[in-house]
């Protein structure tokens, strides 16, 4: 498809300017379709590095995405709520949301497949996905199973309606009783698998607080006010908590488990269509209890 602007007022990098112009591609997707030519200034390619002056005339064209063929996949889900609309599923840990390279099948998009029809927005590859979680991390999900419920929930992501509480065993212990972190994100300048606090990365806040102390641990509950990729791993990390069990952020010695102890605890937002606000809440995966079971007798 094709997408035509004429810029009067916008300067900045190319590739910040197009992902603030085009709401379906992100500044890293911008970066790859400026070195595809995809992305033309003035009718004539040029680098991620350029600097927009107002007067400029952009062009952005999105190839369509690449078919991964999705099967349909009789895998259990645990649906939390369903209607026609929208669905809310518990993920387990160790799932992947969706189909990427490497991960061709079996992640929670071909098991919600196999149960229901999904929005198609987001294209072939994330039908019904509004947003992600990591796949060691478990909890709750909101899925569109029709557009008009997509967009709305979209919506609410983007004016930062809805309600994200996570749950997280980190190490060290936190004084404070409650804190912000607002630190902007984006990929790791020496490690691409990594995100990193990056002067140029995307806005990003996470508020936390102490729900218990134990000898060398906290475990906190951090509401998300934006949905970056790794967003409470990398801020806790930050400010010296890195989340237990994370095999990217964290130390190397810490209590084994099924990857980072994060939970998506609770998932709150406004029906698309009857506008009522709906709040959900997802118990701990068992080896999370268990962990903190054995942290409480240690205490003692």
């Known amino acids: 498809m094709d997408s035509q ?175 912000t972190v607002d630190a902007p994100i984006g990929r790791d300048k020496k490690d691409r698998k990594k995100q990193a606090i990056v002067a140029d990365g995307r806005h990003a806040v996470t508020h936390y607080r102490v729900l218990e102390r134990f000898a060398n641990y906290t475990l906190v509950e951090c509401q998300l006010e934006t949905g970056r990729t790794h967003q409470i791993r990398v801020h806790m990390k930050s400010i010296g908590h890195p989340l237990v069990g994370d095999p990217l952020y964290g130390p190397r010695k810490t209590i084994a488990g099924n990857g980072q102890f994060l939970h998506a605890a609770v998932l709150g937002f406004k029906h698309p269509r009857s506008g009522e606000q709906l709040l959900f809440s997802a118990p701990l995966p068992t080896i999370f209890e268990k962990t903190l079971t054995q942290l409480r007798h240690r205490q003692h």
């Not at 591609?25 to 350029?50: G, M």
């Not at 927009?52 to 895998?75: N, S």
């Not at 709520?81 to 071909?110: R, S």
């Open 5 to 179: 602007f004429q810029i009067t007022n916008q300067s900045g990098r190319i590739d910040k300017v197009c992902a603030e112009l085009e709401p379906q591609i992100s500044r890293s997707r911008a970066k790859e379709l400026i070195k595809e030519s995809q992305i033309l200034v003035n009718d004539a390619p040029v680098k991620p590095k350029y600097e927009v002056k107002p007067g400029d005339r952009i062009q952005i064209t999105i190839p369509e995405p690449k078919k991964l063929d999705l099967v349909a996949e009789a895998i259990p889900l645990a649906i939390v709520y369903e209607d026609d609309d929208v669905l809310v599923v518990n993920k387990p840990q160790g799932m992947v949301v969706h189909p990427a390279p490497g991960h061709p099948d079996h992640t929670l998009v071909n098991a919600l497949l196999y149960h229901t029809p999904l929005s198609n927005i987001n294209g072939t590859l994330r039908p019904g996905i509004v947003h992600r979680i990591d796949k060691d991390t478990s909890g709750l999900l909101m899925v569109a199973k029709n557009n008009l419920a997509h967009e709305s929930l979209s919506k609410q992501l983007k004016d930062k309606t809805n309600v994200r509480k996570y749950i997280a065993l980190v190490h060290g212990v936190i004084k404070d009783d409650r804190g």
